[in-house]
């Protein structure tokens, strides 16, 4: 008697005691989109995602595979008496799931922005106590992914309010990427593989090249310093995310733009856009739209890459490919030229065999090579190849 009831509460009790896994079968490669937090911060409006939608829709950028376009805080100004949660209606007179008929039109996808605390960074009403509801909402809205930040949340683990999330948006019915915003406080990566799909490693990422703020704020090169390790917890459905694209915003030059996103696309990031892709220069354009790079990024092999050399102010990333071949980094934070080697069992290969080059920013065959490779890299600068035994 004492055993059956034991095994009867056992049934009871494993699927809470062992939760959900995530299911949702999404972002099997890194999601690419546009959010309008980096360049617009709490300025948004339907004109303006709109305008977005339309220009990621005809500009290339679609083409090259960015597809989400997300609103990032500051849509929501408060709840109805049913506690359902209300969008700003002079910023969003046609409502969201207008607005998400609107993208879907496009071709694109929708995603949003909420928080596991009573309120999100911005102060607007967060998800805490109405997850079960806010998923209903999106799922009925249209939504296609959802960021979730780590503002004001409860006295509970980061593990245990993103579950939660986690399986309200599953009981909604409606597929949707889930991204963990918790800026890496209780390394997601650990917990988070069957929570999220992708989970931020690091506080937000600044428009600049090494600044820091005091609150945490830090240009890309800091944030670039805090992946290498994480490589392993990255994969198909899974992936760490060092924060959003400030490629085409003021501070960085259009080198360091291009350094950015070939080091975010060597380690299989989230690419998600933050400049006015209304509004682009075609240097910057050409950055993000590059169909070499972003084969990279979105290799179906899903390997993160990893940092094989670091010499100073140089420094070699490698990630494996698909089909056998390496894509392979050479980064110079200096101030002055410098030539970077590696050599083919730096790549995990052995050493005596020839490989073809491929030097992916010029799209050129550099020819076969024995042994190793170097490059000359002009200051701040990169140089991306592809190297196939
Ligand atoms: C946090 C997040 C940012 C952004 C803001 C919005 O700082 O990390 O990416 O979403 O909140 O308030």
């Given at each position: 008697?004492?055993?059956?009831?034991?095994?009867?509460?056992?049934l009871?009790l494993?699927?809470?005691?062992?939760?959900?896994?995530?299911?949702?079968?999404?972002?099997?490669?890194?999601?690419?989109?546009?959010?309008?937090?980096?360049?617009?911060?709490?300025?948004?409006?339907?004109?303006?995602?709109?305008?977005?939608?339309?220009?990621?829709?005809?500009?290339?950028?679609?083409?090259?595979?960015?597809?989400?376009?997300?609103?990032?805080?500051?849509?929501?100004?408060?709840?109805?008496?049913?506690?359902?949660?209300?969008?700003?209606p002079?910023r969003?007179?046609?409502?969201?799931?207008?607005?998400?008929?609107?993208?879907?039109?496009?071709?694109?996808?929708?995603?949003?922005?909420?928080c596991?605390?009573?309120?999100?960074?911005?102060?607007?009403p967060?998800?805490?106590?109405?997850?079960?509801?806010?998923a209903?909402?999106?799922?009925?809205?249209g939504?296609?992914?959802?960021?979730?930040?780590?503002?004001?949340?409860?006295?509970e683990?980061?593990q245990?309010a993103?579950?939660?999330?986690?399986?309200?948006?599953?009981?909604?019915?409606?597929?949707?990427?889930?991204?963990?915003?918790?800026?890496?406080?209780?390394?997601?990566?650990?917990?988070?593989t069957?929570?999220?799909?992708?989970?931020?490693?690091?506080?937000?990422?600044?428009?600049?090249?090494?600044?820091?703020?005091?609150?945490?704020?830090?240009?890309?090169?800091?944030?670039?310093?805090?992946?290498?390790?994480?490589?392993?917890?990255?994969?198909p459905?899974?992936?760490?995310?060092?924060?959003?694209?400030?490629?085409?915003?003021?501070?960085?030059?259009?080198?360091?733009?291009?350094?950015?996103?070939?080091l975010?696309?060597?380690?299989?990031?989230?690419?998600?856009?933050?400049?006015?892709?209304?509004?682009?220069?075609?240097?910057?354009?050409?950055?993000?739209?590059?169909?070499?790079?972003?084969?990279?990024?979105?290799?179906?092999l899903?390997?993160?890459?990893?940092?094989?050399?670091?010499?100073?102010?140089?420094?070699?990333?490698?990630?494996?490919?698909?089909?056998?071949?390496?894509?392979v980094?050479?980064?110079?934070?200096?101030?002055?030229?410098?030539?970077?080697?590696?050599?083919w069992?730096?790549?995990?290969?052995?050493?005596?065999?020839?490989?073809?080059v491929?030097?992916l920013?010029?799209?050129?065959?550099?020819?076969?090579?024995?042994?190793?490779?170097?490059?000359?890299?002009?200051?701040?600068?990169?140089?991306?190849?592809r190297?196939?035994?």
């Amino acid at each position: 008697m004492f055993r059956l009831l034991t095994l009867a509460w056992l049934l009871v009790l494993l699927p809470a005691a062992s939760g959900l896994a995530l299911t949702n079968n999404l972002a099997l490669t890194p999601p690419m989109g546009w959010n309008s937090w980096n360049k617009f911060s709490c300025d948004v409006s339907e004109k303006l995602i709109k305008s977005v939608a339309d220009a990621i829709a005809t500009n290339g950028m679609n083409a090259a595979g960015y597809q989400y376009v997300i609103i990032d805080d500051c849509w929501q100004v408060g709840r109805d008496a049913d506690g359902n949660i209300i969008a700003d209606p002079v910023r969003f007179p046609s409502g969201i799931k207008a607005l998400a008929d609107y993208i879907h039109a496009k071709g694109l996808k929708f995603g949003i922005y909420s928080c596991a605390g009573t309120n999100t960074c911005a102060g607007r009403p967060g998800g805490l106590f109405h997850e079960l509801q806010d998923a209903r909402t999106y799922a009925a809205w249209g939504v296609d992914y959802l960021k979730y930040d780590w503002c004001n949340h409860a006295s509970e683990t980061a593990q245990q309010a993103y579950s939660r999330m986690r399986d309200a948006l599953q009981q909604s019915g409606r597929p949707m990427v889930f991204s963990i915003c918790e800026w890496g406080q209780s390394r997601p990566w650990l917990w988070a593989t069957n929570v999220g799909n992708l989970w931020r490693t690091t506080s937000d990422i600044q428009d600049c090249w090494d600044c820091r703020r005091d609150w945490g704020g830090m240009g890309f090169t800091h944030i670039l310093d805090l992946q290498a390790g994480l490589e392993a917890f990255a994969g198909p459905g899974h992936w760490n995310d060092p924060d959003m694209l400030e490629v085409g915003n003021s501070a960085l030059t259009d080198t360091e733009c291009k350094s950015h996103f070939s080091l975010w696309c060597i380690l299989a990031a989230p690419l998600i856009t933050g400049n006015d892709v209304r509004n682009m220069k075609p240097a910057i354009q050409h950055i993000l739209t590059n169909r070499e790079l972003i084969a990279v990024d979105q290799d179906p092999l899903g390997r993160q890459g990893i940092r094989v050399l670091k010499n100073g102010e140089t420094e070699v990333w490698m990630k494996p490919l698909a089909d056998g071949s390496r894509a392979v980094v050479f980064f110079n934070r200096g101030a002055v030229p410098v030539e970077i080697s590696v050599t083919w069992e730096d790549l995990g290969y052995p050493g005596k065999h020839r490989a073809t080059v491929r030097d992916l920013w010029a799209e050129i065959e550099l020819g076969k090579f024995k042994n190793q490779f170097s490059a000359t890299v002009a200051p701040h600068d990169v140089s991306v190849v592809r190297v196939t035994p």
